[in-house]
């Protein structure tokens, strides 16, 4: 039994998987028409299903460069959020309808921290990072501007490496295992990152967290340094032409 006098758990509600699959028409004119291929779309499935350091069998990205890998082996949403985008956009949202792996419940992202390691017998996750959403989230819903919104909001999910393979399954719990930065939020994350809240102190800070993803400790550290990072490319698409 366990003693201790609370637990801090994430409720898996959703498991979903896919592999890419190629949308639209090549001679399209009207940007949201055009062809694109994306592992956006994903089913879902009840599990168990093994997940290894690069993700869950039976899942798969087509854009490697800026999705999957090790640092965003699961991309993660919260239930929570469902209602407020339905309302929102007018829209019956279906499972992964933020293309995410697991749909969870319990804990937003004000409530789970960069570096914090949740359990589910063999198996353990890492946040490394909060979500970024793409074009492909706007192309997905043909809402031009959904990816910029999500991002504006908050509402972002986040992702997780996997320290140690085992298996998942839809209905499970997740167990609060280690937390080793309690000020670093995925809501304060998100400040620093897109509102640069904090300025370069807090950016240095951020991205000297180990656990980090290595993508984010790069655009933070060019950042303080003077550099830029081009959004518009990640949030309107090729050409920046989202719709």
Same mark, same amino acid.
């Given at each position: 039994?366990?003693?201790?006098?609370?637990?801090?758990?994430?409720?898996?509600?959703?498991?979903?998987?896919?592999?890419?699959?190629?949308?639209? %028409?090549?001679?399209?004119?009207?940007?949201?028409?055009? *062809?694109?291929?994306?592992?956006?779309?994903?089913?879902? @499935?009840?599990?168990?299903?093994?997940?290894?350091? &690069?993700?869950?069998?039976?899942?798969?990205?087509? /854009?490697?460069?800026?999705?999957?890998?090790? /640092?965003?082996?699961?991309?993660?949403?919260?239930?929570?959020?469902?209602?407020?985008?339905?309302?929102? $956009?007018?829209?019956?949202?279906?499972?992964?309808?933020?293309?995410?792996?697991?749909?969870?419940?319990? $804990?937003?992202?004000?409530?789970?921290?960069?570096? /914090? @390691?949740?359990?589910?017998?063999? $198996?353990? $996750?890492?946040?490394?990072?909060?979500?970024?959403?793409?074009?492909?989230?706007?192309?997905?819903?043909?809402?031009?501007?959904?990816?910029?919104?999500?991002?504006?909001?908050?509402?972002?999910?986040?992702?997780?490496?996997?320290? &140690?393979?085992?298996?998942?399954?839809?209905? +499970?719990? !997740?167990?609060?295992?280690?937390?080793? %930065?309690? /000020?670093?939020?995925? +809501?304060?994350?998100?400040?620093?990152?897109?509102?640069?809240?904090?300025?370069?102190?807090?950016? !240095? *800070?951020?991205?000297?967290?180990?656990?980090?993803?290595?993508?984010?400790?790069?655009?933070?550290?060019?950042?303080?340094?003077?550099?830029?990072?081009?959004?518009?490319?990640?949030?309107?698409?090729?050409?920046?032409?989202?719709?």
């Amino acid at each position: 039994m366990d003693n201790r006098p609370f637990r801090i758990q994430l409720e898996i509600v959703g498991l979903q998987v896919g592999m890419p699959r190629t949308h639209g %028409h090549a001679d399209a004119v009207a940007p949201m028409d055009r *062809e694109w291929t994306s592992g956006f779309f994903k089913e879902p @499935v009840e599990g168990p299903l093994w997940v290894t350091h &690069t993700g869950i069998t039976g899942d798969g990205q087509a /854009d490697l460069i800026h999705h999957g890998g090790p /640092d965003k082996a699961l991309n993660v949403y919260p239930w929570e959020h469902y209602a407020g985008w339905s309302s929102e $956009l007018g829209l019956e949202l279906p499972a992964a309808a933020f293309g995410e792996n697991l749909t969870t419940r319990g $804990l937003t992202e004000e409530a789970v921290c960069v570096g /914090d @390691v949740f359990g589910l017998g063999d $198996l353990r $996750l890492q946040i490394t990072q909060p979500r970024q959403p793409c074009w492909k989230l706007s192309r997905r819903w043909r809402i031009r501007d959904l990816a910029a919104r999500v991002e504006r909001t908050g509402r972002t999910g986040w992702y997780f490496r996997v320290l &140690t393979e085992g298996s998942i399954q839809s209905g +499970t719990l !997740l167990d609060l295992i280690e937390r080793p %930065h309690p /000020d670093w939020s995925i +809501t304060a994350a998100n400040e620093v990152m897109h509102q640069q809240k904090g300025g370069d102190v807090r950016a !240095l *800070e951020l991205a000297g967290i180990d656990a980090l993803s290595a993508s984010w400790k790069v655009s933070l550290t060019r950042r303080v340094a003077g550099g830029s990072v081009d959004r518009n490319e990640r949030l309107q698409g090729p050409g920046h032409e989202a719709g």
